[in-house]
């Protein structure tokens, strides 16, 4: 019992984030400095999340971690990178001193245990709500109140943008230890209360090339995204901020087109040439650019990240109608129940002059599944311990 | 018979040309100037070629066009240019007096029919040999002797290029009128004889989004286009020009395959996004990157125009067996007899250990058909009056 009571857990949860102005290149492979700034959407975690439990007991003999049951490799440097932040802080915090009569001693060795509820490495960005949840989950463990972005961010680039809700800028900085690369928020959750993101999946196979090894090739390689980050993304970053900040969906949704058409082309412009869009990404970009040009107007906009999914915008009023497009489009191949999962859409009916002005010949199986959610919030502290993933002895739940 | 006797025709033939240094946008729609200079090869006419016959003659009431045995409007304007500026060059060479003892004077209506001996609109720019053929084949009749890039270029871009064998330059110049954007040879088709090229036929669709509405939207929408034509492609035409000239066979091939990525990447960039590559372009795309990563050398170049289909470089001693393997990843339909059009191929045997260096999942009628073929020279008179497409009389001759 003894054992079990000097155990001290930490449960936390934290989002994904969609980037609409897309992080591509690092400036500094080490501390992951980007070429440009970025800013995205951060889904509800009510749909998508990771859960990290942290342990920390005298009587574990090291560092240990398990990633969706499986014990990982603690020794990765970036995971490295984080514990000795977190830890740094830690000790700042209580004057720089090592407290020995303080039962959670910064140099007792922590457990961590962290699952995803969505496929890991299928283009929904799983290591920034990982990270984003590893660097909160040790910082409540250690009590830390700092600024959190800069140490996820050295986790995952875009990890540091999961550490708040709502509307969230990366901003690059200037400095060369990375002190001033920061994420900040431009509107919380709240902002935008008709937004709606859908997730379309369109294959949950891993990605061929991971996005860490593209964007260094794209570096090395490609001069459009130089181009691009010096000189298109400042002023898009401004636009998009400004669209937000308005909720001028038009603007918001042209700009979150262009820009995810623009990372692709400069993963094109990559030697050897790095494609993420296969032929059913491209028929849901021609979809959305037929249901627009039908109305007139920029009803619904698409992103996609180093991945053949695709993420669509829209507002609530259009959802349940443009759900009904996409399935005819892509018909599910059941009964259409686990097709739609997430927040409820209603069955709506298409017009004749709708459907004939979209229609398309069907892609049956093109689509998986869709998920659909809204912006949510940052990283959370979960007070109900039966969620924790580490039993009191800080080992592993048995998934049973 | 004095009718026919009052009939004077001319039958010549001119080449496909592919771009290794793409030509995408216009700083001129009328005049069809470009907004960056580019670079072919010109294929040889023994494999693809248009044959275009046209006659003069007092009988005649009118210009009149037949294209593939189908009559065609003769008011299009860009024909209608081409029409005028030879007609005008000849009156320039006659003093610009119209001399109404000749037969065949100027006023004179003139029949042109022409044929291509490939399928029009696959990509394979029949537009540029059709507009060379018919500028080089209406000089012809008229006696002229001057540059005629200029007037090809007024048909189609790409046809000036056309104009001549080899490896050709069209030289985007500076001048309003456009007097100094021409085509120019940078070394005739004898220049590198082992060079050759393949046409990967991966579809003979007619493509979605034509070449002149294509670039027109990527010049008004894609800032990458701008960037490309006027920071990018200048030093790659000296560094292609170079490579060519010195027969440096990786230089050559790794630029193209660049050149080709970026004006793709480029077309991605416009709003809306144009894709001509499909998912099998890409199969080919890394097919060719697997095989020279196993050389440890460019041995081969993949280049795309406005459509999926592939132009493949090579030397004449890889040929065999490249062709070889890309048979193993688009296994033929049929026993293989009609997959290969054009110059001889030798059936070669793969190791084991290229065979699964460039494996991969194959793709049974991912490719309709191959032609092999290599650089040939510019327009041709033909000298055999028995291939003359329009009878005695200036009428087509029937197709049986």
Known sequence: ?????????????????IAVIKYWGKR????ILPINSSLSVTLHQDQLKTTTTAAISRNFKEDRIWLNGVEDNINHSRLQSCLREVRRLARKRRGGEEDETTPWSMSQKVHIASVNNFPTA????????????????????????SELSAIARQGSGSACR????????WVMGQRADGKDSLAKQVEDEMHWPDLRILILVVSAERKHIGSTAGMQTSVETSPLLKYRAESVVPARMEEMTEAIRQRDFERFAQLTMKDSNQFHATCLDTFPPIFYLNDISKRIINLVHRYNDYYGQTKVAYTFDAGPNAVIFTLEPVMNEFVEVVKGCFPPESNGGPFLKGLPV??????DELRSAVETEPTPRGLQYIIVTKPGPGPQLSEDSSIHLLGPDGEPKSSA
């Not at 500094?28 to 501390?31: F, G, N, S, V």
């Not at 209603?346 to 017009?351: E, G, K, Q």
């Open 1 to 17: 019992m003894s054992a079990e009571k000097s155990v001290k857990t930490v449960t936390c949860t934290a989002p994904v984030n």
């Open 28 to 31: 500094d492979e080490e501390l």
């Open 122 to 145: 299928a283009g929904l960005a799983s290591s920034a709500a990982g990270y984003a949840c590893l660097v909160y989950t040790l910082s409540k463990l250690f009590g830390v109140e």
């Open 162 to 169: 999961s550490m708040y809700g709502g509307f969230v800028q």
């Open 346 to 351: 209603s069955p709506t009916d298409l017009s």
